[in-house]
């Protein structure tokens, strides 16, 4: 895999460490550092973050709250988690930029396509906030959303584990492992790796899903020298 142009989704509950809830500045200092590795082969990388450490939309429904409410606390925690990701990487050196799809300028810029690649273009790593800025969608469609607006080559799914299995392997260990799969297969075998939308758009757009374990330094690197462990999802 020759990739020059890739977008990473890492979800909020990658930087929690072992926590149980919000932002471990290690972890997420961890994160950065094989973000910044990749960045100074020259590979344009952008990311999007999630915000399950900090909040979750379902969480305020599930509990006869108001849905668009929840989602709208959803999404301020990504902001929380860009603006964490990008003080680590400035740590580094690494000029990094966070676009929000929510408005927020005393905080961050708001995203526009053009302001993206503008950013790219430059050099610089785009952390994009917010998700959607719409309720009722997940950080995983966002993050198919801004590969195919970035033009990224692929989409790289940071999880807890090193592929797509055929069943959750920290609950069943019968679950087996897939090295290929095509976005047609994952969506009919109902394999829980991203939502429906998020594998739809990326079929959609023939944008390739590689999905990785974030937990492991260097990974993200290793895959793109063609020496990783993933599970890759194309046509
Ligand atoms: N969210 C939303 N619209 C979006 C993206 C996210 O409403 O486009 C909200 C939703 O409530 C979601 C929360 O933000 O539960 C955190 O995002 P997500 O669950 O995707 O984070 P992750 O699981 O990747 O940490």
Request: charged share 20%.
């Amino acid at each position: 895999m020759t990739f020059k142009r890739i977008l990473l989704k890492a979800s909020g509950e990658a930087l929690m460490g072992s926590q149980g809830f919000g932002i471990d500045v290690a972890v997420v200092d961890r994160i950065a550092a094989d973000i910044a590795a990749v960045h100074a082969k020259g590979v344009e990388i952008s990311i999007v973050i999630g915000g399950g450490n900090i909040f979750r939309g379902v969480a305020v429904a599930s509990r006869g709250g108001d849905r668009v409410t929840g989602d709208h606390m959803g999404m301020l925690g990504t902001v929380i988690n860009a603006l964490a990701l990008r003080t680590s990487l400035v740590k580094l050196g690494v000029e990094a930029v966070v676009l929000s799809a929510i408005a927020m300028p005393e905080l961050c810029e708001s995203f526009s396509q053009r302001a993206a690649r503008a950013h790219a273009d430059a050099g610089r790593v785009v952390i994009f906030a917010g998700g959607t800025g719409n309720p009722f969608f997940t950080t995983d469609s966002a993050g198919a959303l801004r590969a195919a607006e970035m033009g990224a080559e692929a989409l790289f799914k940071g999880t807890q584990v090193d592929g797509i299995y055929s069943a959750d392997p920290k609950l069943d260990p019968t679950a087996t492992r897939y090295d290929r799969l095509t976005h047609s297969e994952v969506l009919d075998k109902r394999l829980a790796v991203m939502d429906i939308a998020a594998v739809a758009l990326a079929r959609e757009n023939r944008i390739p899903v590689v999905v990785f374990s974030i937990h492991q330094p260097g990974e993200l690197e290793r895959i793109l020298d063609g020496r990783g462990r993933a599970t890759i999802v194309s046509d």
